[in-house]
């Protein structure tokens, strides 16, 4: 199994409750998993994150106390291809959008991109900013 370059790994309050959320309501699913030290290795098209409970067993790497809302300033971006369905299945579930669904041009380099774009905030507060960028624009569709 090929793991991507950079994985984050989120500590959360509760797994199991995370996991509910990331798998039914996000899409993911369990790449791997290590019950026994709270800790799963997740997976959504080229995407990866990795999440472990925060009070689990064995060696938890932090830099102070957890407070929630978790990751404070950071927000995610991941790629996906279905951003308008996976918004909606998210609101039907009843969990609210961080920032609606929405659609911006974008400066990359000398070009331009369109990005189709939400975020939602996961259940300990990280922010998942959840993508799907278009062909670049010329200068003549952009008018």
Not at 24 to 40: D, K, Y
Request: aromatic share 8%.
């Amino acid at each position: 199994m090929e793991i991507p370059p950079l994985v984050p790994e989120l500590q959360v309050q509760d797994l199991d409750r995370s996991l509910a959320f990331y798998l039914e309501t996000l899409g993911f699913s369990v790449a791997w998993s290590r019950p026994e030290e709270q800790f799963a290795f997740l997976r959504r098209e080229q995407a990866a994150i990795m999440l472990e409970q925060a009070e689990g067993p064995g060696r938890r790497i932090t830099t102070g106390p957890l407070e929630h809302p978790f990751g404070r300033g950071i927000n995610f971006q991941i790629i996906a291809s279905n951003v308008d369905e996976l918004a909606e299945a998210i609101v039907d579930t009843g969990h609210e959008l961080f920032l609606p669904l929405e659609e911006r041009l974008v400066r990359v380099g000398t070009g331009h991109i369109r990005l189709r774009q939400f975020i939602v905030s996961d259940l300990d507060g990280y922010l998942l900013r959840f993508v799907h960028p278009h062909a670049p624009q010329t200068s003549t569709e952009m008018d």
